[in-house]
């Protein structure tokens, strides 16, 4: 073990400030960040970029360095959606032996309380923050996204998401008393006097599965909410995306380990191809709290199965978007094209159904026609992506097979508004890069566009009128869920009538987005990303009921 | 509908200071209560114990005035532990009426909002305590408490766990921020702006599933924590003890009528014997949350089964005490004795093993074998109860044969330090009244002392030592669950030893209480019951945890 450089005490003093300052931002809900989102060299300094990027070549076509329990098996099983080699061999342990260690690391962790977790958890987000770039770069070759929104995505906007985590956990684990002399007057003689101390007692090892499309941003809160209520966390990252929260448990290792702390609180659960480690990690009865994002097949299955734990799971969804009128028609359909081709739509929060009354809607550029709307959000699409370079920037890449025969097979699923083309990447020849497909279907086919098609496909929905597509937005969210809503109307009857349909059927609800502001997008401190209310997602990130069933509360009381 | 002689929010400005108070409580942890618990008449006015006297008895062998949806049918199935005569009749509903009502009631409960949901929840409480005598009444002939047992248990700290939960519910709905101007900075030109709403969304219909022993009591936390997060209530009592529930929500649905809210918001559901009404309702989709307090078979099954609620449960649980060494030993005898006899052990807080080294202990009356102790406690259980009237005044009656089945079945359990015997009430000839059986064993006698033995049965496990005493009450502890451990010692270390099993095993701990504070109380607003962090139960009354899930957050958000 490493010497010990800074204690848990010590590491609470240093980050003392981010942590009130973000304690009270998620009360307040403004504006915050603690970690810059801009890759600039004037912010992370003009050497980081290339150091970040010199870090992550190191690591490929190589054993990655981390030290752990487990034999000596290494597997590799990511590939570059740009093309380029990885060939990153992670070691293999099996749950046996990762869950032994978990639980031996248990007690050094539970003993370092509330200040300890949270001082040890802004460490580690600090020292993420210094590798951002090199978590950029491990995010863009897992997922496809490109580099800028990998780093902010990957990098900053996951550190955010973390620190809000902590920030709850240590709000919720310390606004209580920890002792207290407890005085009942008695109406003869004396007080009845006890004092009483109070114990935050964790809940158990966290699991996290993470996503292959956004590794480290759906998967901090629920580590650090998990470590930051004193449990030690499994990691077990998607087998196409593992490079960044193998960097991440490296990270959180070294502090522990320079805390003088067990750092098998963070353990990698690699897995081989096939082999079903999640699965089974989640059964087992040491392990009391799972975070998953992913397919809602094995999230209902872990809900189902996993009976001993905690379990969050945020699974498939279908977003939709209101259109009833608007007073900025080119802003909204810039703002919805921008939204359809964000990371190629492979968003949880990407906009799937866009639903238009088909006697068209009154805009500041006069009446417009349902197949009018369709037609000119379809050439917003082309035109904001006809630059390849430009394109790109906002694509990304194909993060697997599995989408592109969703893009095809969407084709024929109704009239083809704006079929999904090629882009040639002017950096990455390898790299596969497709345009979003925009499908034209009446809203009787709720056999199509009520399902998700994950990826960078659209539909534009007709209704009969508003009063439909509100009730098809309450209808396809709480039978198939949703993590996004948006609505466009200058109409205050309608903006009423839909905040209570997003109410009621439980979703967040964007209004009127003309600017650069995507539904898509959702701010650490002050958006929630789920609610838990309907079937997309169990728990929202972040809000109270995400935090406290990870800890308990005991006391001992004994006469003064 | 009556007339509005209050709207919620001229009943929140009334309880505004009562409910401000609860909230600084909740988080100090020191003493405090809004409802009296003393039944004096300089308390609670010269007349009220005759009124409530008065009140009581004309609810007997009538129809209990409640006007709600269903049919004209009318069950009975109370009778009292003290031999008087009740039948009174409940109107019986079926789950489709009930839900159909329940759901019905939500919009308008939901519309409320937080300060109307405490505004009406302090009423229906303050109109509560003004009823504590009659409910106190309707609590003795149900549960066989004796008179201030009933009044206190099942009036003022009832109403005291009720508010508690109304303030975490307030405090944990309100203190993030309901709207935001949010002004994100930009590294080129103006700010993007943003106006945000919160939303707090109730969950759904909560279900309530009271117990025989404590119908108010353990009942009042789940069912304002419910409603002070905005979900509409089904109150399902216990066969057995249905009256205190029906003056309850008899009382709520008054509130709710007079402040122009649908009184269906709370419900009672009396069921027929055998009738399983609590299962029907427990596995219906629209029940999303769940409040039980009984058997661990039914727990376990509403936990198994009810997967589409949140659901708390309090199960069975096999509390221990650990004797190392006193320097107040008469104090120690004499306050096990107490923890025995109070209603006859029918609490689930009641200590049932008592662990001695069979070395024996060292006291302030020098060296005491394990069979001293034994007997020792044996002959001040005896003292304590030797005049009938004060004995009956502890003692309470046997709530129901299957008591009296286990009292006799334990005595062959092993050894007999103090048998059971019966006391003539002064008052009631036919109330069965027992003192409490004390049988002793050895520790390989698990299959014995490792279960519950609901009643007034207590074991004496005689250990090796108090390292053996400490390992059994973590193993008793983690396999059957607790909600209650005390340990005497004398030695630091054993204290401390005893404190870190404590919170290993997830239990509270009650230090050498030698004087009037009984492990088996549990002051609101103060003391944890239930950690959730032990088989006895999946909740805590009442922490943060057992409120969150209550209710979700969402948002909207539009350009300013």
Same mark, same amino acid.
């Given at each position: 073990?490493? +010497?010990?450089?800074?204690?848990?005490?010590?590491?609470?003093?240093?980050?003392?400030?981010?942590?009130?300052?973000?304690?009270?931002?998620?009360?307040?809900?403004?504006?915050?960040?603690?970690? #810059?989102?801009?890759?600039?060299?004037?912010?992370?300094?003009?050497?980081?970029?290339?150091?970040?990027?010199?870090?992550?070549?190191?690591?490929?076509?190589?054993?990655?360095?981390?030290?752990?329990?487990?034999?000596?098996?290494?597997?590799?099983?990511?590939? %570059?959606?740009?093309?380029?080699?990885?060939?990153?061999?992670?070691?293999?342990?099996?749950?046996?032996?990762?869950?032994?260690? %978990?639980?031996? /690391?248990?007690?050094?962790?539970? $003993?370092?309380?509330?200040?300890?977790?949270?001082?040890?958890?802004?460490?580690?987000?600090?020292?993420?923050?210094?590798?951002?770039?090199?978590?950029?770069?491990?995010?863009?070759? +897992?997922?496809?996204?490109?580099?800028?929104?990998?780093?902010?995505?990957?990098?900053?906007?996951?550190?955010?998401?973390?620190?809000?985590?902590?920030?709850?956990?240590?709000?919720? +684990?310390?606004?209580?008393?920890?002792?207290?002399?407890?005085?009942?007057?008695?109406?003869?003689?004396?007080?009845?006097?006890?004092?009483?101390?109070?114990?935050?007692?964790?809940?158990?090892?966290?699991?996290?599965?993470?996503?292959?499309?956004? #590794?480290?941003?759906? &998967?901090?809160?629920?580590?650090? &909410?998990?470590?930051?209520?004193?449990?030690?966390?499994?990691?077990?990252? !998607?087998?196409?995306?593992?490079?960044?929260?193998?960097?991440?448990?490296?990270?959180?290792?070294?502090?522990?380990?320079?805390?003088?702390?067990?750092?098998?609180?963070?353990?990698?659960?690699?897995?081989?191809?096939?082999?079903?480690?999640?699965?089974?990690?989640?059964?087992?009865?040491?392990?009391?709290?799972?975070?998953?994002?992913?397919?809602?097949?094995?999230?209902?299955?872990?809900?189902?199965?996993?009976?001993?734990?905690?379990?969050?799971?945020?699974? /498939?969804?279908?977003?939709?978007?209101?259109?009833?009128? +608007?007073?900025?028609?080119?802003?909204?359909?810039?703002?919805?094209?921008?939204?359809?081709?964000?990371?190629?739509?492979?968003?949880?929060?990407?906009?799937?159904?866009?639903?238009?009354?088909?006697?068209?809607?009154?805009?500041?550029?006069?009446?417009?026609?349902?197949?009018?709307?369709?037609?000119?959000?379809?050439?917003?699409?082309?035109?904001?992506?006809?630059?390849?370079?430009?394109?790109?920037?906002?694509?990304?890449?194909?993060?697997?097979?599995?989408?592109?025969?969703?893009?095809?097979?969407?084709?024929?699923?109704?009239?083809?508004?704006?079929?999904?083309?090629?882009?040639?990447? #002017?950096?990455?020849?390898?790299?596969?890069?497709?345009?979003?497909?925009?499908? %034209?279907?009446?809203?009787?086919?709720?056999?199509?566009?009520?399902?998700? !098609?994950?990826?960078?496909?659209?539909?534009?929905?007709?209704?009969?009128?508003?009063?439909?597509?509100?009730?098809?937005? !309450?209808?396809?969210?709480?039978?198939?869920?949703?993590?996004?809503?948006?609505?466009?109307?200058?109409?205050?009857?309608?903006?009423?009538?839909?905040?209570?349909?997003?109410?009621? $059927?439980?979703?967040?609800?964007?209004?009127?987005?003309?600017?650069?502001?995507?539904?898509?997008?959702?701010?650490?401190?002050?958006?929630?990303?789920?609610?838990? $209310?309907?079937?997309?997602?169990?728990?929202?990130?972040?809000?109270?009921?995400?935090?406290?069933?990870?800890?308990?509360?005991?006391?001992?009381? !004994?006469? $003064?």
């Amino acid at each position: 073990m490493a +010497t010990v450089s800074a204690d848990p005490a010590q590491l609470f003093e240093r980050h003392r400030t981010t942590l009130e300052d973000a304690v009270a931002a998620v009360h307040g809900r403004g504006f915050h960040s603690a970690y #810059p989102e801009s890759p600039s060299p004037k912010v992370y300094g003009p050497d980081a970029a290339a150091e970040g990027e010199a870090a992550f070549t190191a690591l490929l076509g190589a054993d990655f360095p981390i030290d752990q329990p487990g034999g000596d098996e290494r597997i590799v099983t990511e590939r %570059s959606p740009y093309g380029i080699p990885l060939g990153v061999g992670y070691p293999h342990a099996d749950a046996d032996t990762l869950l032994a260690a %978990s639980r031996a /690391a248990a007690p050094s962790w539970r $003993a370092a309380g509330p200040e300890g977790w949270a001082g040890v958890c802004l460490e580690i987000l600090h020292r993420l923050n210094q590798r951002s770039f090199t978590i950029a770069h491990a995010v863009q070759h +897992t997922t496809g996204q490109a580099f800028v929104m990998a780093f902010q995505a990957g990098g900053p906007h996951a550190q955010d998401r973390g620190l809000e985590a902590v920030a709850y956990a240590y709000d919720l +684990t310390t606004r209580y008393a920890r002792t207290v002399r407890w005085e009942k007057p008695q109406r003869r003689g004396g007080a009845q006097v006890l004092d009483k101390r109070f114990h935050v007692v964790p809940r158990g090892t966290g699991l996290v599965i993470g996503c292959g499309t956004f #590794p480290t941003w759906n &998967a901090y809160p629920g580590l650090f &909410a998990s470590l930051a209520t004193g449990n030690p966390v499994v990691v077990k990252p !998607h087998p196409r995306a593992v490079l960044p929260l193998a960097i991440t448990v490296a990270v959180a290792r070294e502090v522990l380990a320079e805390a003088g702390l067990e750092p098998d609180t963070v353990l990698l659960a690699a897995e081989r191809p096939d082999e079903r480690l999640a699965a089974r990690l989640a059964t087992r009865p040491e392990v009391r709290i799972i975070d998953f994002t992913g397919s809602t097949e094995f999230g209902n299955w872990l809900e189902a199965n996993a009976r001993q734990a905690f379990v969050c799971t945020e699974k /498939a969804g279908v977003n939709t978007v209101v259109v009833d009128s +608007t007073d900025a028609y080119r802003g909204m359909l810039g703002n919805l094209a921008s939204s359809l081709s964000l990371y190629s739509g492979q968003m949880c929060t990407t906009p799937q159904n866009i639903l238009v009354p088909r006697g068209g809607i009154a805009t500041d550029e006069g009446h417009k026609s349902a197949a009018e709307v369709a037609a000119d959000l379809g050439a917003a699409v082309r035109d904001l992506l006809a630059d390849p370079a430009r394109a790109v920037a906002l694509l990304g890449a194909i993060s697997g097979d599995a989408v592109l025969d969703r893009v095809a097979a969407a084709a024929d699923l109704g009239e083809t508004v704006l079929p999904s083309s090629e882009v040639v990447h #002017p950096e990455y020849a390898d790299a596969v890069v497709r345009t979003p497909l925009i499908v %034209s279907v009446p809203a009787d086919r709720r056999d199509v566009y009520g399902r998700e !098609h994950f990826g960078p496909i659209a539909f534009v929905v007709q209704t009969a009128d508003t009063g439909e597509s509100l009730r098809l937005l !309450h209808a396809t969210t709480t039978e198939r869920g949703a993590l996004t809503a948006a609505v466009y109307s200058t109409d205050p009857a309608v903006l009423t009538a839909a905040e209570e349909t997003a109410v009621d $059927a439980g979703v967040n609800l964007s209004v009127n987005l003309t600017g650069s502001i995507l539904v898509n997008q959702s701010a650490a401190f002050s958006d929630y990303h789920g609610t838990g $209310a309907n079937p997309a997602a169990t728990s929202s990130l972040t809000d109270p009921a995400f935090i406290t069933p990870r800890f308990r509360l005991t006391q001992s009381r !004994h006469p $003064a």
